[in-house]
Nanobody, 126 residues
Framework: AVDLVESGGGSVQAGGSLKLSCELSGNTANPYCLAWFRQVPGKEREGVAAIYTGRNSGTYYSDSVKGRFTISRDNARNTLFLQMNSLEPADTAMYYC??????????????????WGPGTQVTVSG
């Protein structure tokens, strides 16, 4: 199992930037698909971005954030990041990081991950 804790959320004006972090602990040695999801009350959870930690590592983005958000990781610190630029009010949501041993992050945006963090709120005004 992997434990995850997000941080870095907050309030920002439209057009601004935020960088979310997700600290991982536990069994992180095996390859994982690490991903960011977001959810607004009353709406379905949406996949934002994913990255595979094994060989042939790749990154994956939803169309709504492509070109504005960047997912990355720091192996030495066991930390996952989400750099969010050009934020829009539509990006307002609770953001969650998640981990699951999906090979090459296949089907990641279906959201069936086994390990989730508690979430961090992002609010974009303007």
């Amino acid at each position: 199992a992997v434990d995850l804790v997000e941080s870095g959320g907050g309030s920002v004006q439209a057009g601004g930037s935020l960088k979310l972090s997700c600290e991982l602990s536990g069994n992180t040695a095996n390859p994982y698909c690490l991903a960011w999801f977001r959810q607004v009350p009353g709406k379905e959870r949406e996949g934002v971005a994913a990255i595979y930690t094994g060989r042939n590592s790749g990154t994956y983005y939803s169309d709504s954030v492509k070109g504005r958000f960047t997912i990355s990781r720091d192996n030495a610190r066991n930390t996952l990041f989400l750099q969010m630029n050009s934020l829009e009010p539509a990006d307002t949501a609770m953001y969650y990081c998640a981990a699951d041993p999906k090979y090459l992050c296949s089907g990641w945006n279906r959201g069936d991950f086994g390990n989730w963090g508690p979430g961090t709120q992002v609010t974009v005004s303007g």
